[in-house]
Antibody, heavy 119, light 106 residues
């Protein structure tokens, strides 16, 4: 069974940094692309970033490009999101998601970790 | 940037059919997925590649996609289907989500 467990969320001041982690289990982590998707309180879903498999090619939403960095450690089955220069509008529940059994969908999701950017 | 537009809300009586649309430029040329999200829960994939159902998703969920519009149809709607629904497609960015539709079962 695919399991994704996010951690690292919390309260941070505007301009600050935070690193999120997503521990994966139940599948061969290294051969699947991974994503971060966020949801601001009371709002819709927003795809944030994606990282491919071993090659590590990365993609970002325009809203976070240049501020966020996605990475992965296949030896630890862990996905990361380094978030710098945080803004109030980055406040959201951040989900880790993958397309384990589908090519163009997010079929497996974690429970999310909450990031609050506020002074 | 590519955008997907959904109606903010849809109301349906129990046992009736709920239809949720998702509009985007030439959406019919892209694979569309649909997600169900209940309060306090993570999204759940209910339709992928326009019309396929993941294992465990009831047959009352069906999808189609043509032209500029993708559609999620819930037949014989149950109270448990009350949730937010999001469409999603792949464009130059890996994941574009629709604006979301709240389905209320009255």
């Amino acid at each position: 069974e695919v399991q994704l467990l996010e951690s690292g969320g919390g309260l941070v001041q505007p301009g600050g940094s935070l690193r999120l982690s997503c521990a994966a289990s139940g599948f061969t982590f290294s051969i699947y692309a991974m994503n971060w998707v966020r949801q601001a309180p009371g709002k819709g879903l927003e795809w944030v970033s994606r990282i491919s498999t071993n090659v590590g090619k990365t993609y970002y939403a325009d809203s976070v490009k240049g501020r966020f960095t996605i990475s992965r450690d296949n030896s630890k089955n862990t996905l990361y999101l380094q978030m710098n220069s945080l803004r109030a509008e980055d406040t959201a529940l951040y989900y880790c998601a993958t397309n384990y059994s589908t090519a163009y969908s997010f079929d497996s999701w974690g429970q999310g970790t909450l990031v609050t950017v506020s002074s | 940037s590519y955008e997907l537009t959904q109606p903010p809300s849809v109301s349906v009586s129990p046992g009736q059919t709920a239809t949720i649309t998702c509009s985007g430029d030439n959406l019919g040329n892209k694979y569309t997925s649909w997600y169900q999200q209940k309060p306090g829960q993570s999204p759940v994939l209910v339709i992928y590649e326009d019309r396929k159902r993941p294992s465990g998703i009831p047959e009352r969920f069906a999808g189609s996609n043509s032209g500029n519009t993708a559609t999620l149809t819930i037949s014989g709607t149950l109270s448990m289907d009350e949730a937010d629904y999001y469409c999603q497609a792949w464009d130059t960015s890996p994941g574009i989500f629709g604006t979301g539709t709240k389905v209320t079962v009255l």
